[in-house]
Structure formats: C-alpha cells, structure tokens
C-alpha cells in the first residue's frame, strides 16, 4: 500500500491541474491550489478498522496526506487532540450535546502546528532551503519551530502589535523575524516582496496548498472520535478561514471514501469579530467573496484578518452546508472566556471563545437545535494571551493573614 495516495494539484476555481512533486504557489489565475487524492483506490485499499493500531498523531492518515516518503516527516507528535464533552458550559446554553476540539494542548500551543507539520515536511520533501510568510503571531510561531527541526531557515514578518509571547517563540527558534506597524495584510505585501528578492518559499495563507492538508486532520479526528458520525454543527474562529475551509475538505473525502455513516454535512459556521468581520459581512449580503475590512482590530487577534485569499472557499462551505457567518463584540468575548474557564476550567483563547459566544448566541435564536451534537473548535490555549488584561491580585505580608474568602459562585 502507497504512504500517500495524492495524485495531482487543481486550482481551486478554474480547475487547471498541477505537478506536486515541484514546488507550486498559486494557479496561474492567482487562486489557491488544492490536493487530490486516488480516494477510489484508497476505499478499496484501506478500512478505518486499520486506524486502530496507529500512532496517535495526524500522520495516522498519510495515506490521505501529500507527503510521500516517511523518511521526509517533521514532527512533535501533533494531532489527536481530545473532544472533550462540555457539559457545565452545555447546560449553560441549553446545548445538550456541546463538544470542544482543544487545539491548545498541540505543540507551540495552537492548531497552527498541524499546518506546520505538513507545510515543513512537504517543502523538505520538495528541497525547499529558505521559506517567508506573514502572519499573525500563531502560525509564525509554528512554521518557526517545524523549520527549525527541519533545517529550513525562516522569515516570519508579523504585526508589531502582536503577543509578545508569540514574538519570543519565534526569536527563540532561529528565525529572522521583522516586525510590521500595520495589519497582517501590510506583512503580506512585505513577505511577496522577499519571497521575490531571495527566492524564497512564500508560505502565506493559502499561497501554498499544504497547510490545509495538515489542517483538515482535524476533521478525518473529529469523525473517528464520533465512532465515524457526522456532527451536526462545527463553529471555527475564522481569519484567514484555513482551518474551517480544511475541515469542510475532511468531511467531503470521508463521504466519497464512504467512511462516515451519511451523506448529511455538518451546517459550518465561521465566526469572527465585530472590529473584523468580512466573511460575515459578505454572507449576509449573499457574496461569493468578501471586501477587504478596514482599520480592523479585535482582542481576538488570531481572527484580525482583513481580507483572506480563500474567502470564497470559506463562505462556499457556509452556503453548500446550510451554515452561516457570525460577528462578536470584543467585551462579550473576554467575558466568555472567563466564563468557560471558571465553568471548565479550560483556559481557552480568545478566538475559541468567540466560536464559544457564537454557539449560545445561535442556540438562544433558534438557529441550533437542543439536541443537535454541536463542536466548538478552540484554536489555541490562552495563556499566549495572558497580555490582554492586567490582573490586580491582594498581596499580603509575611506577617499578615487571610482574614476572609469571597463568596464563591
């Protein structure tokens, strides 16, 4: 049996088809390219039942990933992260079935190194020496550690109003990090220059078509850790919309591999903020594209995307599965982090908690049902976020005492 069962590269709207074994950036129209795989041949090849003696990371699935030969894998044991029942936080929203997809506990943090993992190994396998993207701290932190271990030098360009944890991680690997004092967009136009002028591997969103291979993992996890069912809602914290656009992918392969038990789709549901709302703002005018956002700013600083590439492949999700787009205030999601935290104890993100807010708001209008399984992916753990409020605590002397405790909740 083959390590991978890809066949080709198409673009993503006009269909043009592509050699993967060359590096390749966008099709020739500018849109993002896609992977294929032989699924007709892998069905007949392979039963989900073989999963079960795998190694609990993402590369239990290279049959359905592009990397071709084991020996080219980067890895720190990324995916298989835990679905994890929310039943405190279910009743709060009177969601019998709520789920969480914690991303945070994968290594650097956050999903990103799911993308990194297969984004590094793919361009080590490709010969690929030297690679530069923007970002918005998250993913640079990522491809920064993966490029590391892979011996690939990096430039990460990045907002300078950032996470300074995020910018250590990154100055810690090795990479030559520049700070930009504009919006990840402006990183954009800075990171095209110098893929340009030192010929470099240019890694930004969707200008390479690996990251989302590594991404859509967490869809082939959510449906093995639901006995292969589909779930009927998935929220994601959409920026770029990568994750969500992967996931989507999963589901369509699962159904043509015939591994999930129905042809039904999970209703998608890209969730941004109310200072950066493209993706919503074009779904509800019914578009096919967004409009770039200006002077955006959120707390939910992964989500700060302007104008992502594969726009149209985010809101085609929404509309091909009876979903829909969802803007947050930046107050109500800081106060529903604390909320999950203390109900939880799960110490997630700010953009988890923005899919978190999207869910109670959708269930108290009616648009999720009671009993419908409902999955929240949180993106990232937040402690990268600890900057986002100062924390006044008591502080006593060595000779003082605690005199009385608070009521608790």
Known sequence: MMFSYMT?????????????????????????????????????????????????????????????????????????????????????MDIAHLYMKDEGIAPTGTFKARGAAVGVSKAKELGVKGLVMPTNGNAGAAWSLYSSKAGIQAVIIMPGSAPAMI??????????????????????????????????????????????????????????????????????????????????????????????????MPRFVAVQAEGCAPIVKAWKEGKRESEFWPDSRTVAFGINVPKALGDFLVLQAIYETNGCALAVKDEDILKEQKNIIRKEGAFICPEGAAAFLAARKLRKIGWIK??????????????????????????????????SLPVLP
Not at 12 to 22: I, L, Q
Request: aromatic residues 8%.
């Open 167 to 264: 910018r250590s991680e990154v100055a810690s690997a090795g990479s030559h990090l520049y700070l930009v004092n504009g919006v990840i967009s402006d990183a954009g136009k800075i990171a095209a220059k110098a893929a340009a002028d030192f010929h470099l591997y240019d890694v930004s969103t969707l200008k390479e078509p690996y990251r989302i291979e590594g991404k859509k993992t967490m869809g082939f996890e959510i449906a093995e850790q639901l006995h292969w069912e589909t779930p009927d809602v998935i929220l994601y914290p959409a920026g770029g919309g990568v994750g969500l656009i992967a996931i989507y992918k999963a589901f369509k392969e699962l159904q043509e591999l015939g591994w999930v038990g129905s042809k039904k």
């Open 370 to 403: 009671e009993n419908e399984r409902v999955i929240v992916i949180n993106t990232g753990i937040g402690l990268k976020y600890m900057d986002n409020e100062e924390i006044n605590l008591p502080v006593l002397q060595p000779d003082e005492s605690i005199d």
């Open 8 to 92: 080709h590269l198409s673009c993503s709207k006009c269909s043009r088809t592509y050699n993967p074994d060359t590096v390749q950036q966008l099709c020739e129209c500018g849109s993002p390219l896609l992977v294929n795989y032989d699924l007709k041949k892998l069905a007949k090849d392979f039963k989900p039942n073989e999963l079960l003696i795998r190694n609990h990371d993402l590369w239990r699935y290279h049959e359905l990933l592009p990397v071709q030969s084991p020996e080219n894998i980067v890895s720190l044991g990324e995916g298989m992260t835990p679905l994890i029942t929310m039943k405190k936080l279910g009743s709060d």
